[in-house]
């Protein structure tokens, strides 16, 4: 069964910049897309980046240009640099494991989770 372990939140004043890690056990992690989402206080778990299997990116319009999502199949890790950071951006970040090869912003899409990393941004 596999796990996604997150780590790399914190708190950070606006402007600055946070890397997120996400570390995925089992043999399946090189051919599935991942993504990241967050899930602020009060709303609803929202989709921020995905990349499939062969490196393609796909972002929410309130994060690009911002945020970079990469993966390392050897380290079967993909992370999600976070620059310009904004108190909008303030959230609990999910890692994801797609069902499939290619990428989705449906949470349903998805059949693994991380249990998550707090990312406070501060005014």
């Known amino acids: 069964q596999v796990q996604l372990v997150e780590s790399g939140g914190g708190l950070v004043q606006a402007g600055g910049s946070l890397r997120l890690s996400c570390a995925a056990s089992g043999r399946t992690f090189s051919s599935r897309a991942m993504g990241w989402f967050r899930q602020a206080p009060g709303k609803e778990r929202e989709f921020v980046a995905a990349?499939?299997?062969?490196?393609?990116?796909y972002y929410a319009d309130s994060v690009k240009g911002r945020f970079t999502i990469s993966r390392d199949n050897a380290k079967n890790t993909v992370y999600l640099q976070m620059n310009s950071l904004k108190p909008e951006d303030t959230a609990v970040y999910y890692c994801a494991r797609c069902k499939g090869s290619y990428y989705y912003t449906l949470a349903g899409e998805y059949d693994a989770w991380g249990q998550g990393t707090q990312v406070t941004v501060s005014s």
């Open positions: 990349i499939n299997w062969s490196g393609s990116m």
